[in-house]
């Protein structure tokens, strides 16, 4: 009950799931019994069957999920996500070759990975090409245009800024525990860890020592009145 479908083949297996939206050529075509679904698009939520709650919009938005429960936004985002939870990829080809549970990717590419490989978890990329060449790397954050799209494996990093962290390495490297907030922080990144650079530029050649730098022209400390 509560169907709509619109599109050749759109929920063509439907047997009891309802609450249903199908909008486009073989938009959840394998759905049987899932629910409160929405699939706007291409071959959106193709692969669906059985799980509920998902929300793809896009040509192959969310393709291979059977997992239910993911956000999918843009031309093939979160196309290989598949059994994963707690996914929200928006832009295209966000998330596209991601396989690993709890991972968010803002803007086009983000957290992309490659195929077969991306099997890392609970990492955030927000703006393009975020986080990019990503594949086992787990609990990252990269916020700003390319920030750590050149880590592949690398852990725990945070990266704040355009160009930051690996970027601009030309290729793809593994670095853990590292911190790069501004532009081009640690930009050429390779296989450090463990370094701190706040600041334009911060440590923007290193590829491997164990370093901290803050550049600014001033830096306060103070202490709240009790």
């Not at 601009?168 to 296989?191: C, E, I, K, P, W």
């Not at 370094?195 to 440590?203: D, K, R, Y």
């Amino acid at each position: 009950t509560y169907i709509t479908a619109i599109g050749t083949s759109t929920l063509k297996a439907l047997t009891s799931g309802s609450y249903n939206v199908g909008v486009g050529t073989l938009a959840l075509q394998a759905n049987t019994s899932g629910t409160y679904n929405t699939a706007v698009g291409s071959e959106a939520l193709q692969a669906n069957v059985s799980s509920s709650y998902s929300t793809a919009v896009g040509y192959q938005a969310a393709y291979n999920n059977t997992s239910g429960g993911i956000t999918a936004v843009g031309f093939q985002a979160g196309f290989s996500a598949s059994s994963s939870a707690n996914l929200t990829f928006v832009g295209n080809s966000a998330g596209l070759y991601a396989t690993g549970g709890s991972n968010t990717a803002v803007g086009t590419s983000a957290l992309q990975g490659a195929a077969g490989l991306s099997t890392g978890a609970n990492n955030t990329a927000v703006g393009y090409q975020a986080g990019y060449s990503n594949t086992t790397g787990a609990d990252n954050l990269y916020i700003g245009y390319t920030a750590g799209s050149g880590n592949q494996t690398g852990a725990r990093n945070v990266a704040v800024g355009r160009d930051s962290a690996g970027s601009l390495a030309g290729s793809v490297y593994s670095f853990s525990d590292d911190v790069a907030v501004g532009y081009r922080a640690l930009a050429y990144l390779q296989t450090g860890g463990s370094n701190t650079a706040i600041g334009t530029q911060a440590l923007y050649a290193n590829t491997d020592r164990k370093s901290t730098r803050l550049n600014s022209s001033h830096v306060a400390l103070s202490r709240m009145p009790s």
